[in-house]
Structure formats: C-alpha cells, structure tokens
C-alpha cells in the first residue's frame, strides 16, 4: 500500500525564518513519483515541484528547496526566508503504478499548516 | 491559462437531497478526479475516470457516483446527501500516458449539509 505522511500538523514561524515541512512516503515500487502542492486561502492547489524516483539531485526555486533522500524515503520542503504571502496548507503527494490503472493518481499526506507572522 | 472549474465554492443542502457537484476542464485531459480533503485526513480520492463513460473506484467511494458522458466534464453526485458529506471537494485533471506531469486542480467546492 502507499503511504505519504506529513507529521507537522501546523508550524508558525516569524517572517524571515527558514522553515521546513517534512514528508516521508512509502511505496513499493520502484519507479514512482513526488510532488509538493500549496493551498493558499483561496482554496485551489497550486503545484510547486515534482520529482522522480532516479533522481535524487536536490532542487532549488529562488526560496523554495527540496530535499529527496530514497534512503530514509523522505522528501523534505525547505522556505528561506518565510514571507507571510507563504503561509499557506501544504501537501506532500506520490503516484506510483500500484497505486492505480494510470500515473494520474495521487496519494497525498495529511498537509502541513504553515503561518507566517509578520 | 489552463483551467479546471468547478461550477459553485459554497453550496448548502438538506439531508436526504441530491447532491450535484460539477468540474469542467479546458486542457483536452483523459484523466479526471475527485478528492475530498478534510483536516488531518488531506485528500482522499472518491472516483476517477481516465475516458468517457469509464469510471474507477477511488479510496471512499461510498455515498457517491460519478458521470462522465463528456471528455471535459466529470460531475460527482451525492445520491442521498448526509451531514458526514459535509467537507471540500476538489476536482482535478491530467493527460493520460504522461507519467511524470502533475494534476491540476479546481478551486475546490465547500459543501454543507445541513
């Protein structure tokens, strides 16, 4: 069975902190794939980073870093310098092809309740 | 821009009632969803469908069936609406083949049952 787990709840942090939201998932297979979403107040998920499970190469998007480690199944989201237009639900999700017919499906974490404060 | 579009944010309906949601998308998609997110729980999938007319069970279907007479359309309906429905609903598409691409999503419908 797949799993994705998102252990923090809710974290508030003082603008300009670093903050970062943990994930670890667990599959089966092999060949699966990792994505981050952000909730914002206005309720539609906005995707933010995929990544396949070849490629452990860490990524960074200006504020934004991910951290992918296969061998503790974890794939970790870092903000640097938290601003409040990040405060936001995020979700930690995983296709993988015993999850369904097709790549489409998603499991997703429970998500993390980020609250920056100015 | 790309879009999914669910026809209401916040919907109200009585128990017992007949529970329409519907989710139309404008990206030529196969793949279409529905999730429902609840606190502490994220999202959970309902149904999903990867062609016309096809439907698949998701991870709680019970309480609820899907229509897909349509590529762009996939419609979830809440035959006897109860108070245990009540929750956010996100309707999401993909293109079908493509193993690596996200989904995207609606902007999700809050629905109460009262």
């Known amino acids: 069975a797949q799993k994705v787990t998102q252990a923090q709840t809710e974290i508030s942090v003082v603008e300009k902190e670093d903050v970062t939201l943990d994930c670890v998932y667990e599959?089966?297979?092999?060949?699966?794939?990792l994505f981050w979403y952000k909730q914002p107040p206005s309720g539609e998920l906005v995707f933010l980073i995929r990544r396949n499970s070849f490629d452990e190469q860490n990524e960074i998007s200006g504020r934004y870093s991910w951290n992918f480690q296969k061998s503790t199944s974890s794939f970790n989201f870092t903000i640097t310098a938290s601003q409040v237009v990040d405060s936001a639900v995020y979700f930690c999700a995983l296709s993988a092809p015993s999850g369904g017919t097709s790549y489409g499906k998603l499991t997703f974490g429970q998500g993390t309740i980020l609250t920056v404060h100015p | 821009d790309v879009k999914v579009t669910q026809s209401s944010r916040y919907l109200v309906k009585r128990t017992g009632e007949k529970v329409f949601l519907e989710c139309v998308q404008d990206?030529?998609?196969?793949?279409m969803f529905w999730y429902r997110q609840d606190p502490g729980l994220g999202l959970r999938l309902i149904y999903f469908?990867?062609?016309?007319?096809?439907?698949e069970k998701g991870d709680i279907p019970e309480g609820y069936s899907v229509s897909r007479e349509k590529k762009e359309r996939f419609s979830l309906i809440l035959e006897s609406a109860s108070t245990n429905q009540t929750s956010m609903y996100l309707c999401a598409s993909s293109p079908l083949g493509q193993k690596n691409t996200e989904a995207f999503f609606g902007q999700g419908t809050r629905l109460t049952v009262v």
């Open positions: 990206m030529d998609h196969e793949n």
């Open positions: 599959t089966r297979d092999t060949t699966y794939y």
């Open positions: 469908s990867y062609d016309v007319k096809m439907k």
